[in-house]
């Protein structure tokens, strides 16, 4: 069974601090993207950032850019979200998700920046992130 374990979360004081962890139990790991997703109490599920199958492509949404770091290590099947200077507005559930992309790894081929919540076939059940002024 495909599965995506969060880990990480916790309260942060604005200014702070913290690194996500996703845990994959997936299939051919090595040929899907992943993407990190965010959901705010009474808020739409928002797209975070993005790594392509290989590692060597990243893409972030607006409100982190600057701020977040998503890695993967492909030997160990994680993915990681560092997330710095945190505001109180980055306060929500994290979600890790899974874009499978086989075409991608045949042919050695980097994605589009995939941000949709359709793109992602695979879902984690979220960690929480409070950030507190």
């Known amino acids: 069974q495909e599965q995506l374990v969060e880990s990480g979360g916790g309260l942060v004081q604005a200014g702070g601090s913290l690194r996500l962890s996703c845990a994959a139990s997936i299939r051919s790991f090595l040929s899907i993207n992943m993407g990190w997703f965010r959901q705010a109490p009474g808020k739409d599920r928002e797209f975070v950032a993005g790594?392509?199958?290989?590692?060597?492509?990243?893409w972030y949404g607006d409100s982190v850019r600057g701020r977040f770091i998503v890695s993967r290590d492909n030997d160990k099947s994680t993915v990681s979200l560092e997330m710095n200077n945190l505001k109180p507005e980055d306060t929500a559930v994290y979600y890790c998700?899974?874009?499978?992309?086989?075409?991608?790894?045949?042919?050695?081929?980097?994605?589009?920046?995939?941000?949709?919540?359709?793109?992602?076939?695979?879902w984690g059940s979220g960690t929480q992130v409070t950030v507190f002024s």
């Open positions: 998700a899974a874009a499978p992309s086989p075409r991608d790894y045949v042919y050695g081929l980097e994605p589009g920046e995939l941000d949709e919540l359709d793109d992602f076939t695979t």
């Open positions: 790594v392509s199958w290989s590692g060597g492509k990243t």
